[in-house]
T-cell receptor, first 108, second 117 residues
């Protein structure tokens, strides 16, 4: 079945620095979605990428979908304390398969 | 978007008992999903519950252990039966976009934190 791998599992970032989390699927995806889960909260939808090579931006967040529609990345610039949480990618092949998540902590 | 509530928000149960978790949505949705998230882990899909059809269970989950009801387009229940400590987890319901039969853009409920002693 479909498997989605996500790295790194943990990202400890200095406030103001950039970081990237990566997702790879074992199969070609119809789309990929990204969710953010704050500590103690539930996953909240961030964005969906559908087209091969698609790039979308949300303020300091940049999302990319690979040409083969099997990988994706989330890049955050100038990290802030509000970025703390776990970021999950979810590959969509008629059902969502979530990656393991990248848990982000920020030191001021 | 959709606003989802879950009851109970948390519970502590004895092994061998059963707990029914309710999921209520503020709009009519075709697709509803139940997930399990163990502490510090990712989300694992238990089953898809579409109104008017039997729930579809993922590998490793069976109806006898996790019976699901979906009586209408705004409500669903998940029962965790004959519980053991290994069932301790957060159970989340989610829904697809109101009125659409797609798995895009899922909205999650706040979750039910279950501890089994």
């Amino acid at each position: 079945g479909q498997q989605v791998m996500q790295i790194p599992q943990y990202q400890h970032v200095q406030e103001g620095e950039d970081f990237t989390t990566y997702c790879n699927s074992s199969t070609t995806l119809s789309n990929i979605q990204w969710y953010k889960q704050r500590p103690g909260g539930h996953p909240v939808f961030l964005i969906q990428l559908v087209k091969s090579g698609e790039v979308k931006k949300q303020k300091r967040l940049t999302f990319q979908f690979g040409e083969a529609k099997k990988n994706s990345s989330l890049h955050i610039t100038a990290t802030q304390t509000t970025d703390v949480g776990t970021y999950f990618c979810a590959g969509n092949d008629y059902k969502l398969s979530f990656g393991a998540g990248t848990t982000v902590t920020v030191r001021a | 978007s959709a606003v989802i509530s879950q009851k109970p928000s948390r519970d502590i149960c004895q092994r061998g008992t059963s707990l029914t978790i309710q999921c209520q949505v503020d709009s009519q949705v075709t697709m509803m999903f139940w997930y399990r998230q163990q502490p510090g882990q990712s989300l694992t899909l238990i089953a898809t519950a579409n109104q008017g059809s039997e729930a579809t269970y993922e590998s490793g989950f069976v109806i006898d252990k996790f019976p699901i009801s979906r009586p209408n387009l705004t409500f669903s229940t998940l029962t965790v039966s004959n519980m053991s400590p290994e069932d301790s987890s957060i159970y989340l319901c989610s829904v697809g976009p109101p009125g659409q039969y797609v798995t895009d853009t899922q909205y999650f409920g706040p979750g039910t934190r279950l501890t089994v002693l």
